[in-house]
């Protein structure tokens, strides 16, 4: 006979050996192994000594009975119960509820109905292990709630709690009996009650686990604090939460909360971090293009316009060379509360919001945002404003610093339609602005950005304009007034652009001078008019002087005395045959390192003179420190004469004085027989002009030089 798998130890107690045989019997032919007892006394000793899966107890039994060997079982066991299924006399009612008392699972009555008695068995260990397994799962997911800090809660899908457990977290708001049996809309506030229910009624739908955030105030203990006129409360305390919900039947869901307090605070700090400039505290670059960004969406939609406003500080560079980078950082503090002071909501014409419309983009850079724009105007005078706060001085320390702003800006939607246009647009406008003279304000326009693109054209091409021999010189002679003869010539730079043609050097020097390549442009010049100096020297005739413009750039570069001396010693000029032209302005910027140049240049025997004087300082008691040894009168003053009375006073005062500290005065620009004359009268000592001769190409100059040679030898 086939027999089934082994599935089962019974134990079973009976003092009826036929009883015995006939339970055994059925038991195998179900697959049950068992075991035999014929007393009390030895069931107990067989289950202590087997552990057995089922116990089939007969209730009469001599000594221990079958309800004493329950009781005394259940007694000993742990919560894990084996099944014991008794076997009683009748079906009288009193036995059966005895066996159940004693703690039996299940009972039999004689006359037992043999074939259906192992399937009872099967029945009832299936059943028991379904128990036991089910209670292990209880008691894990009873471990598992414990160990979560988590609020629980059953809810059915009409939003009524079913069960709710307390978590063990201090911010757990609601008590149990707050909401056993309640709806949600009597415990939380509509708002969250209403997506809850929501959430809720779509776990359901759906099957899929929802979650939702949502924040509760905590009333503080004790009343609540006084807020004096004018101050702002605090905002009220309040707790971050988070439910997730999952569908446990068709009708019910269970939810867990936890408080989220912590982690929305560390988040608030990362994006404090991550949008705010830690130097100044005011939002950086990456808030402030996300403000920008939503400004944007804002505006298109309300069909409204705004402006960028691009500031950079004017003179910051040298506040962090010469003060160092603690006074720069200060500076950069002062300047951004100034600048948070001047854009306050009500000056800006905007929404409340203001704290977001200021930004420092890194360095000097910092950008304004004004909403809600309604005139250009309104911006322009915004932007007159910031240049205004920023020319009050900054006291940092003992430092009393005074900075200027230049300031671009940008207008949506007119100068463009995207974030990083505008931003662009309003820095071009700053650039523009800077090359206006600094301390300005201008508005973006699209000839601007051509311009730009022009001008780093023209810096591309003045990078290739020396090695491509597109320089070259004009010469303009300098008469001496006494005996009309030409004593000197000047240096006069000129570009032909293989394209644009001829270019002014009232264009490209500039450009040279910012892009950094004035100085060796410069000594090229240098080198060049030395060279051709040297040429139009002729023995036993009066020197030719050549002179040549040194920008501020040049004069700056510490190589400068070193490249003027292997100028000459390359060329072989005299030194007092080279006549440097500075402007005052250049020697006014650092008198300390002026002073020391000039010491140098001059122990190298070279002849130096100002230019362009008039146009600016004009303090002959400062040039009388610097020694140079002559003046040369601005165009400008020459221009008017002899009919300007004002500009002939100048210069007649301007020869005088020169005169008086020992200095050679050379007058620019004369054009007509008339100021010569009056030059002449003044006692001016060298003219240049155009009535003289032009910038002149060097066989011009040569042939001028011979022609003046040959009538002083008739
Ligand atoms: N650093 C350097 N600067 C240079 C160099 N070469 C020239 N420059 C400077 O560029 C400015 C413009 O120079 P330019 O166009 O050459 O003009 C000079 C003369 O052509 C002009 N001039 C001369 N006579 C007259 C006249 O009678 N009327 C009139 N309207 N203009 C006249 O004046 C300019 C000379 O100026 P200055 O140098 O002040 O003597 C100019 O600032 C040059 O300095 C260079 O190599 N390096």
């Given at each position: 006979?086939?027999?089934?798998?082994?599935?089962?130890?019974?134990?079973?107690?009976?003092?009826?050996?036929?009883?015995?045989?006939?339970?055994?019997?059925?038991?195998?032919?179900?697959?049950?192994?068992?075991?035999?007892?014929?007393?009390?006394?030895?069931a107990m000793?067989?289950?202590?000594?087997?552990?057995?899966?089922?116990?089939l107890?007969?209730?009469?039994?001599?000594?221990m009975?079958?309800?004493?060997?329950?009781?005394?079982?259940?007694?000993?066991?742990?919560?894990?119960?084996v099944?014991?299924i008794?076997?009683?006399?009748?079906?009288?009612?009193?036995s059966?509820?005895?066996a159940?008392?004693?703690?039996?699972?299940?009972?039999?009555?004689?006359?037992?109905?043999w074939?259906?008695?192992?399937?009872?068995?099967?029945?009832v260990?299936?059943?028991?292990?379904?128990?036991?397994r089910?209670?292990?799962?209880?008691?894990?997911?009873?471990?598992?709630?414990?160990?979560?800090?988590?609020?629980?809660?059953?809810?059915?899908?009409d939003?009524?709690y079913?069960?709710?457990?307390?978590?063990?977290e201090?911010?757990?708001v609601?008590?149990?009996?707050?909401c056993?049996?309640?709806?949600?809309?009597?415990?939380?506030?509509?708002?969250?009650?209403g997506?809850?229910?929501?959430q809720?009624?779509?776990?359901?739908?759906?099957?899929?686990i929802?979650?939702l955030?949502?924040?509760?105030?905590l009333?503080?203990?004790?009343?609540?604090?006084?807020?004096?006129?004018?101050?702002?409360?605090?905002?009220?305390?309040?707790?971050?939460?988070?439910?997730r919900?999952?569908?446990?039947?068709?009708?019910?869901?269970?939810?867990?909360?936890?408080?989220?307090?912590?982690?929305?605070?560390?988040?608030?700090?990362?994006?404090?971090?991550?949008?705010c400039?830690?130097?100044?505290?005011?939002?950086?670059?990456?808030?402030?293009?996300?403000?920008?960004?939503?400004?944007l969406?804002?505006?298109?939609?309300?069909?409204?316009?705004?402006?960028?406003?691009?500031?950079?500080?004017?003179a910051?560079?040298?506040?962090?060379d010469?003060l160092?980078h603690?006074?720069g950082?200060?500076?950069?503090?002062?300047?951004?509360?100034?600048?948070?002071?001047?854009?306050?909501?009500?000056?800006l014409?905007?929404?409340a919001?203001?704290?977001?419309?200021?930004?420092?983009?890194?360095?000097d850079?910092?950008?304004?945002l004004?909403?809600?724009?309604e005139?250009?105007e309104?911006?322009l005078?915004?932007?007159?404003?910031?240049k205004?706060?920023?020319?009050?001085?900054?006291?940092?320390?003992?430092h009393?610093?005074?900075?200027t702003?230049?300031?671009?800006?940008?207008?949506?939607?007119?100068?463009?339609e995207?974030?990083?246009?505008?931003?662009?647009f309003?820095?071009?406008?700053?650039?523009?602005?800077?090359?206006?003279?600094k301390n300005?304000?201008k508005?973006?326009?699209?000839?601007?950005?051509?311009q730009?693109?022009s001008?780093?054209?023209?810096?591309?091409?003045?990078?290739?304009?020396?090695?491509n021999?597109?320089?070259?010189?004009?010469?303009?002679?300098?008469?001496d007034?006494?005996s009309?003869q030409?004593?000197?010539?000047?240096a006069?730079?000129?570009?032909?652009h293989p394209?644009?043609?001829l270019?002014?050097?009232?264009?490209?020097?500039?450009?040279?001078?910012?892009?950094?390549?004035?100085?060796?442009?410069?000594?090229?010049?240098?080198?060049?008019?030395?060279?051709?100096?040297v040429?139009?020297?002729?023995?036993?005739?009066?020197?030719?002087?050549?002179?040549?413009?040194?920008s501020?750039?040049?004069?700056?570069?510490?190589?400068?005395?070193?490249?003027?001396l292997?100028?000459?010693?390359?060329?072989?000029?005299?030194?007092?045959?080279?006549?440097?032209?500075l402007?005052?302005?250049?020697?006014?910027?650092?008198?300390?390192?002026?002073?020391?140049?000039?010491?140098?240049?001059?122990?190298?025997?070279?002849?130096?003179?100002?230019?362009?004087?008039?146009?600016?300082?004009?303090?002959m008691n400062?040039?009388?420190?610097?020694?140079?040894?002559?003046?040369?009168?601005?165009?400008?003053?020459?221009?008017?004469?002899?009919?300007?009375?004002?500009?002939?006073?100048?210069?007649?005062?301007?020869i005088?004085?020169?005169?008086?500290?020992?200095?050679?005065?050379?007058?620019?620009?004369?054009?007509?027989v008339?100021q010569?004359?009056l030059?002449?009268?003044?006692?001016?000592?060298?003219?240049?002009?155009?009535?003289?001769?032009?910038?002149?190409?060097?066989?011009?100059?040569?042939?001028m030089?011979?022609?003046?040679?040959a009538?002083?030898?008739?």
């Open positions: 006979m086939a027999t089934s798998p082994k599935r089962g130890l019974v134990l079973v107690a009976d003092d009826d050996p036929t009883m015995r045989l006939l339970m055994l019997e059925m038991l195998a032919q179900v697959g049950l192994d068992a075991i035999e007892a014929e007393d009390g006394l030895q000793a067989c289950y202590h000594s087997v552990a057995p899966d089922l116990v107890l007969d209730v009469d039994m001599p000594g009975d079958g309800f004493a060997v329950c009781r005394e079982i259940r007694r000993l066991e742990s919560p894990a119960a099944p014991i008794m076997v009683t006399g009748g079906d009288e009612l009193e059966v509820t005895r159940y008392e004693a703690g039996a699972t299940d009972f039999i009555s004689k006359p037992i109905n074939p259906i008695l192992g399937h009872r068995v099967l029945y260990l299936r059943a028991s292990d379904a128990i036991s089910l209670r292990i799962a209880d008691a894990q997911h009873r471990a598992v709630l414990a160990a979560i800090p988590d609020t629980f809660f059953r809810m059915n899908k939003g009524y079913l069960d709710y457990e307390q978590g063990h201090a911010s757990n609601f008590a149990s009996e707050m056993v049996g309640r709806h949600l809309s009597q415990v939380l506030p509509p708002d969250i009650a997506h809850m229910l929501t809720v009624r779509d776990v359901l739908a759906t099957q899929h929802g979650s955030d949502y924040e509760l105030p009333p503080l203990p004790g009343p609540a604090p006084r807020v004096r006129q004018g101050e702002h409360s605090a905002p009220p305390p309040v707790r971050h939460f988070e439910a919900l999952v569908a446990t039947g068709p009708n019910e869901v269970l939810g867990l909360v936890r408080d989220i307090s912590e982690r929305k605070r560390s988040e608030e700090q990362i994006r404090r971090l991550a949008y400039d830690s130097l100044t505290g005011i939002p950086n670059r990456q808030a402030f293009l996300e403000t920008l960004e939503a400004e969406a804002r505006s298109r939609k309300a069909n409204k316009k705004f402006a960028v406003l691009f500031m950079d500080l004017d910051f560079k040298r506040v962090n010469t160092g603690d006074v950082d200060q500076l950069l503090q002062a300047v951004s509360e100034r600048l948070r002071d001047t854009t306050r909501p009500g000056d014409v905007s929404r919001e203001s704290a977001a419309n200021l930004a420092r983009l890194g360095g850079e910092f950008t304004i004004i909403p809600d724009l005139r250009v309104d911006a005078n915004v932007a007159h404003r910031v205004e706060a920023m020319r009050r001085p900054f006291v940092l320390g003992t009393e610093i005074f900075v702003a230049s300031i671009g800006i940008s207008l949506y939607p007119e100068d463009g995207d974030c990083n246009s505008l931003l662009k309003a820095d071009t406008a700053m650039y523009h602005a800077k090359n206006c003279g300005n304000a508005l973006y326009s699209s000839s601007l950005t051509m730009i693109m001008h780093v054209q023209l810096e591309v091409g003045l990078r290739k304009a020396l090695r021999d597109e320089l070259y010189l004009l010469y303009q002679p300098q008469i007034v006494a009309g030409i004593t000197g010539v000047e006069l730079v000129r570009w032909r394209e644009r043609g270019i002014s050097p009232t264009e490209f020097i500039p450009l040279a001078e910012e892009a950094g390549l004035i100085v060796p442009i410069g000594e090229w010049v240098l080198r060049t008019a030395c060279q051709q100096a040429a139009w020297q002729t023995p036993g005739k009066a020197p030719v002087r050549m002179a040549v413009n040194l501020a750039k040049q004069f700056k570069d510490e190589n400068l005395t070193q490249i003027v292997s100028a000459l010693h390359d060329s072989g000029l005299p030194p007092e045959l080279l006549e440097l032209e402007t005052e302005g250049t020697l006014m910027d650092d008198a300390r390192a002026t002073m020391v140049t000039l010491e140098q240049l001059r122990s190298i025997g070279v002849y130096l003179s100002i230019d362009d004087f008039g146009t600016g300082y004009s303090s400062y040039l009388k420190r610097f020694e140079v040894r002559a003046l040369k009168i601005d165009k400008s003053f020459i221009n008017g004469l002899p009919a300007d009375s004002e500009n002939a006073a100048i210069t007649r005062a301007i005088a004085m020169a005169h008086g500290l020992k200095m050679a005065v050379v007058a620019e620009g004369v054009e007509t008339a010569l004359l030059l002449e009268q003044y006692g001016c000592d060298m003219v240049q002009g155009y009535h003289l001769g032009h910038p002149s190409p060097p066989d011009t100059i040569h042939r030089l011979a022609d003046q040679a009538l002083a030898m008739t």
